[in-house]
Each structure stands twice: as C-alpha cells, then as structure tokens.
C-alpha cells in the first residue's frame, strides 16, 4: 500500500470513529448536600472526594484517553488531575463546562431559598427551562454554553476519546439534549459524584452508552447526595443498583 493510500484509509477510518465523550462529574466537597457552590472559589474536594477520583482514576488508567478538558472550578480540576495523571495529560481549561451561576443564590442553602423566595424556587422546580437565577444566567444558557463546549471539543478530536469534567446539572442538561429530552425534565437524570457518563458522537447524531455509573466508587458510609435544583438529592449509586437513571 503506497503512502496516500494509508492516508486516505486511515482518513476513512477517521471519518467512521466516532468521537468518543467521557463526561464525569467532580467527586465530593464538603459543600455538597449543604449548600449552591456554584462559582464560590476554594471549594477543594475532601477526603473522601479524593479516595473516589483516585478510584475513577484507577478505572480509566487503562482506557485510551486523547484529552482532557474541566471546568475552571478547583473541584472540577482536582479531579481532572488526578484522571490525567496516569496518562500523562495537560488539562485544557474551558469557562464554558463551569458549574451554573447562580447569582444572589451562590453560597446560599436550599433551605434559605426555598424560604425566602418560594415562588422562584417553585418555578426553578416546576419550569427549569424559563428559568433565570437572580443576578445570574438561565438554565438555557448553561445548556447552551456547555453543548456548544462539547461541539468544540468533538470537532477538535474527531474519533478520538476525550475525558470532559464538570458539574452535575451541567452534565445533565447535556443528556437530556443528547436523548432528546425536554430541558424541563432535565432533573429526571441523576449524575452522582464521581460518575462516569459516556456519549459517542457520529455524524448522524449522538449514543448514550451509560449515565451515572458509579460502579468503581469506594463502598463507603452513605453521605447526603448534593441537592439538586427540583430540590431533591443526587446521591452516589452503590454497587448493585443500576446506574442509570
């Protein structure tokens, strides 16, 4: 075979593979199922957090992983490095995978809000899709700005496998598009701390190949799940249930 015709092969062979997406949410903080973290700096996984991504990492020591991107935010990048480092891999840092900005309500708990503005916090529940947080962006816009990260990515690897870290409405929003899912369902979907998520992209469209699985994280005391915008909890799956959800 002369060397255009292996080029254009190995093209081809390109142009079938699909891009292959690991979407995995940071492990656990000690904000998680007590307050909105949101974009609040210094918020550092714990103890338990780094015994998880230790595990996930350990996981995927032996996949074939191209790139990693994170979100900016400490937790999101704590995780991202312990994931690369048996690979040997830089973390691109992209704005656009960060957690929600919620405004007035960052730093706040579920409690406060739920008390003080009770209508917002209805309609946040009932109506994510209309959503604006006070002083900060929609839910649309989160969606938006994330799938539109995600269209960079796969465009920069095509039929390559890149590990993306984020937050869990984040990851979310970006099932619910890729299952054709209403944005105002969006909460149907769980996304656990330290969970793995894997989506190939052709060119047809997307395959969600698994959602929240969690098999590899540690058998641990059970800690609250964080709260979730409808107001209920995004606990880690144990072993034996299903992961997804």
């Not at 075979?1 to 656990?28: D, F, V, W, Y």
């Not at 919620?102 to 959503?131: H, M, N």
């Not at 969600?208 to 059970?222: A, F, G, K, Q, Y």
């Amino acid at each position: 075979m002369s060397e255009r015709e292996a080029k254009k092969t190995s093209e081809t062979q390109t142009e079938h593979k699909p891009t292959r997406l690991l979407l995995i949410r940071h492990a656990l903080n000690d904000w998680v199922g007590k307050k909105l973290a949101g974009w609040t700096p210094g918020v550092h996984l714990n103890e338990q957090g780094l015994r998880q991504a230790q595990a996930l990492a350990d996981r995927l020591a032996h996949e074939h992983i191209d790139a990693i991107y994170s979100s900016p935010l400490e937790r999101t990048v704590e995780t991202a490095e312990i994931i690369a480092k048996p690979h040997g891999l830089p973390i691109h840092i992209r704005d656009d995978l960060g957690e929600i900005r919620y405004g007035d309500w960052t730093g706040r708990s579920f409690e406060e809000i739920e008390k003080e503005q009770a209508e917002l916090w209805q309609i946040v529940r009932v109506f994510p899709s209309g959503t604006r947080f006070p002083n900060g962006e929609s839910i649309h816009e989160m969606q938006s700005r994330a799938l539109h990260a995600l269209d960079v990515i796969i465009r920069a690897h095509p039929g390559e496998t890149v590990a993306v870290v984020s937050h869990a409405d984040v990851i979310k929003a970006c099932v619910a598009h890729y299952l054709g899912v209403h944005l105002d369902l969006f909460q149907r979907i769980v996304i656990s701390p330290a969970s793995l998520t894997i989506v190939e992209m052709y060119p047809w469209g997307p395959r969600v190949l698994c959602v929240n699985d969690t098999s590899h994280v540690p058998e641990e005391p059970p800690e609250q799940g964080e709260e979730t915008l409808e107001g209920g909890t995004s606990a880690t799956v144990q072993k034996g249930e299903t992961a997804a959800h």
